[in-house]
């Protein structure tokens, strides 16, 4: 729609070509006293017009003659410029440049000059005469007389400093905000009243990297989160995608509090929304996922202590229970030899009071070994002796042991006898200790007429010391309780469980400090596989003489 001043400019170009068209039939202005004293007065009249409005325009005006020189220039051009009129007077537009004419620019406005275009709003700079840069503007017509001749230009210029200066202000402000917007660490999406995106920074871009189209301008809500639920980025949707959309477009229309969103790669939001009074909203997201994981360990941590508060609750009751058992043995048959209860000590019957104080005693030691031994390794104080192991020795020495075990609880035992060779640099006492603890679970756990088998499997990748037994098995559920300190599950064989369950956490400990690993695969009812993994840095050969 044109401006006012445009619609004075062609009010006053039309009262300008009524004057031409006048002086043309009546002569110069200087004869139209001559003309009848009615038409005179209109001429005089219209003149006066056109003089008021060019003085009262915030514009000015010029006239060029057929040699693109400029014949005529308005009083409010020096109000403007504050160059004096007579100076542009018969100067070309390339006298009068005020800039460099040789660009691209300069040099179409001179081709639409010679070619007699018309022309609108070209625009150029120059110093006014305070020293300030001026932008200005200016548009005009080619005039032809009645025969086609070219007789110059007719046109107006404007002073658009302000606005250019405003335009700059205005660009300025938003590149800093942009620059300020993709700063942000958060990520910062516009939508539209329209609800469709203006503007998002680089961080909600990346987040949505998968989806490109989905980040672009003009995108629509609704577009944006059907593209990224469709690539499965909304983690929280899984599984229920028409409920989660309707529930997240119903969140957006009506936005209230920050809530949480889960994203891809396990990263986590927290999305604030706010609408604006145009209509727009603002969705600012923060990422979050470094305080979830803190959290999930702060859980984590918490549901280990509770465990191990239970676990040592666990286990005070059942050592009130292991420890009291012998100690009323121990006292019970020392008072009985204290006061020959059953007739003088050469009786026989003391001996067997005498085992079983021993063996009550023993139950005792092992007990106290058990606890020392954790209180070692939770201290961090135990110090491995290390030193070159024969296993073939080793196995050796403990098979009688394991035998005695066996016959006791009425398990078949097979033990594998490595080759003679066979070398493990490690602690010996801990490898008496794991492979003991080991046995003691296998056989204690496995019922009359059962099997345990141990077998040693030397591969590129290390050692591995296997003992196999097809007893009551562990339940999935079960796993992390039996590895854990003071961890016990109801063995259902009545008399053999007992213990402090510290017999696997120790092992667990003990190979882990030999740079090895435990691994345990079981199930219930169909036995237990107990594996001792050594690296390959711990196992050698040597020569058998």
């Known amino acids: 729609m044109p401006t006012t001043p445009t619609l004075i400019v062609v009010a006053l170009i039309g009262v300008a070509v009524g004057l031409l068209i006048g002086r043309a039939r009546w002569g110069r202005a200087d004869s139209v006293t001559k003309a009848p004293p009615a038409i005179a007065e209109q001429l005089a009249e219209s003149e006066r017009r056109v003089n008021d409005f060019a003085e009262a325009a915030s514009d000015w005006f010029w006239e060029m003659d057929p040699d693109l020189r400029f014949t005529y220039f308005s009083p409010r051009s020096v109000e403007v ?5 007579d100076f542009h007077i018969g100067k070309t537009r390339q006298e009068l440049a005020g800039e460099d004419a040789t660009t691209e620019k300069w040099q179409q406005h001179f081709d639409d000059l010679e070619a007699r275009r018309p022309f609108r709003d070209f625009r150029f700079m120059r110093r006014g005469h305070d020293g300030r840069l001026q932008h200005l503007s ?35 402000a938003n590149q800093r905000l942009a620059e300020a917007i993709e700063g942000l660490s958060e990520l910062f999406v516009l939508w539209g009243p329209d609800d469709r995106l203006v503007v998002c920074n680089q961080r909600f871009r990346e987040i949505n990297a998968a989806a490109p189209a989905s980040t672009q301008p003009g995108t629509s809500f609704t577009e944006h989160v059907d593209m990224v639920m469709a690539l499965g980025l909304y983690m929280d949707a899984k599984g229920r995608e028409d409920a989660w959309r309707q529930e997240r477009l119903a969140r957006h229309a009506s936005p209230t509090e920050p809530f949480e969103q889960a994203r891809q790669d396990g990263r986590w939001l927290l999305i604030n929304e706010q609408r604006l009074p145009d209509g727009s909203t603002v969705t600012i997201s923060m990422d979050i996922t470094q305080v979830k994981r803190h959290e999930a360990q702060l859980i984590d941590a918490r549901d280990e202590a509770e465990r191990a508060n239970r676990a040592k609750s666990q286990f005070l009751a059942n050592m009130s229970h292991e420890l009291r058992t012998p100690l009323n043995a121990i006292l019970g048959f020392s008072d009985i030899i204290r006061n020959q209860s059953v007739g003088p000590l050469s009786d026989e019957s003391y001996v067997a009071y005498g085992a079983d104080i021993h063996e009550s005693g023993q139950h005792l030691l092992n007990l106290i070994s058990d606890l020392l031994d954790l209180s070692r390794i939770e201290a961090g104080a135990h110090q491995l002796t290390e030193s070159d192991i024969g296993l073939s020795d080793l196995l050796g020495a403990l098979s009688p042991v394991f035998a005695q075990m066996a016959a006791e609880h009425e398990v078949d035992l097979a033990v594998d006898q490595p080759a003679a060779g066979l070398v493990v640099k490690a602690d010996e006492r801990a490898m008496r200790q794991m492979l003991l603890n080991l046995m003691s679970n296998a056989v204690k756990f496995t019922r009359a007429g059962g099997r345990v088998d141990l077998n040693v499997t030397d591969t590129e990748d290390g050692l591995a010391i296997i003992i196999i037994d097809n007893g009551i098995g562990i339940a999935q559920a079960h796993m992390a309780t039996v590895l854990s300190p003071f961890g016990q599950v109801a063995s259902g064989l009545a008399g053999r469980g007992g213990g402090t369950g510290l017999g696997l956490p120790i092992v667990k400990t003990l190979i882990e400090a030999h740079g090895g690993s435990l691994k345990l695969d ?21 020569a058998v003489s």
Do not use: C, M, N, W
Request: net charge negative; aromatic share 6%.
């Open 522 to 542: 079981s199930a219930v009812d169909s036995g237990t596989t107990v594996k001792l993994l050594f690296p390959a840095e711990r196992v050698a050969s040597r």
């Open 138 to 172: 200016t548009s005009g017509k080619p005039i032809f007389a009645a025969d086609g001749r070219f007789q110059g230009y007719r046109g107006i210029g404007t002073d658009i400093t302000a606005e250019v200066e405003a335009e700059e202000r205005a660009a300025l």
């Open 81 to 85: 410029t504050g160059v004096p009129i």
